[in-house]
């Protein structure tokens, strides 16, 4: 159990419609990334949040959105659904720890840990 | 980020070493090398990273060329459950995304 929570584990809906997926990241981290896992594009980086700005953005769709809350929770918005969106999302977070001084300021090791995902099929 | 090469596919016997092995020529001063692995219908599992020095944790261990530009993940005894895709990632430190190539798909023979 990596401690990244996915919901719904799975979704099945129709073309043209919207669906929201939910991540809870591992307690403390403050970062979230969200994935696209599909059979001929493999693992696809769409955006990162980091304590709900967005950080950095990968090849995500503009019918897609993402948010990251006060409560560090991030949800994937995708709307106007077509056939080649069915994929698996995944959801992730990074360890954030602090330095060994103890001055409290927060480093990123680089290790990110996974949920378990989201199986989107679009009919 | 920098790109890797790894091979398509490995083979493995159960209980046998197997060495994965990864080939990063562009590696820059500042990248860590990354492995994750994906087991069948489950998300990506961090393995292992390391920067200049070789590593050993309780999964595997990760052997770095003296240049850098290779690097190999060792499981020292493979197991049915190591079946999985082994991604071998570049990436800067901070937070940053991991950015995933198609990795090495391990089969392991009982």
């Known amino acids: 159990d990596s401690g990244v929570t996915q919901t719904p584990k799975h979704l099945i809906t129709a073309t043209g419609q919207r669906v929201t997926l939910r991540c809870s990241p591992r307690s403390g981290d403050l970062s979230v990334y969200w994935y696209q896992q599909s059979l001929d594009q493999g693992l696809q980086f769409l955006i990162q949040y980091y304590n709900g700005e967005e950080r950095a953005k990968g090849n995500i769709l503009e019918r897609f959105s993402a948010q990251q809350f006060p409560d560090l929770h991030s949800e994937l918005n995708l709307s106007s659904l077509e056939l080649g969106d069915s994929a698996l999302y995944f959801c992730?977070?990074?360890?954030?720890?602090?330095?060994?001084?103890?001055?409290?300021?927060?480093?990123?090791?680089?290790?990110?840990?996974f949920g378990e995902g989201s199986r989107l099929t679009v009919l | 980020d920098a790109k890797t090469t790894q091979p398509n596919s490995m083979e493995s016997n159960e209980e046998e070493p197997v060495h994965l092995p990864c080939n990063h020529s562009?590696?820059?001063?500042?990248?860590?090398i990354h492995w994750y692995r994906q087991l069948p219908s489950q998300g990506p599992e961090y393995v292992i990273h390391g920067l200049t020095s070789n590593v050993n944790n309780r999964m595997a261990s990760l052997a770095i060329a003296e240049d850098r530009k290779s690097s190999t993940l060792i499981l020292h005894r493979a197991t049915l459950r190591d079946a999985a895709v082994y991604y071998c990632i570049l990436k800067t430190s901070g937070n940053t995304p991991l950015v995933f190539g198609k990795g090495t798909r391990l089969s392991v023979i009982a």
């Open positions: 562009t590696i820059s001063g500042t990248d860590y």
């Open positions: 992730a977070s990074s360890v954030v720890a602090p330095k060994p001084t103890g001055t409290g300021i927060y480093r990123n090791t680089g290790e990110l840990f």
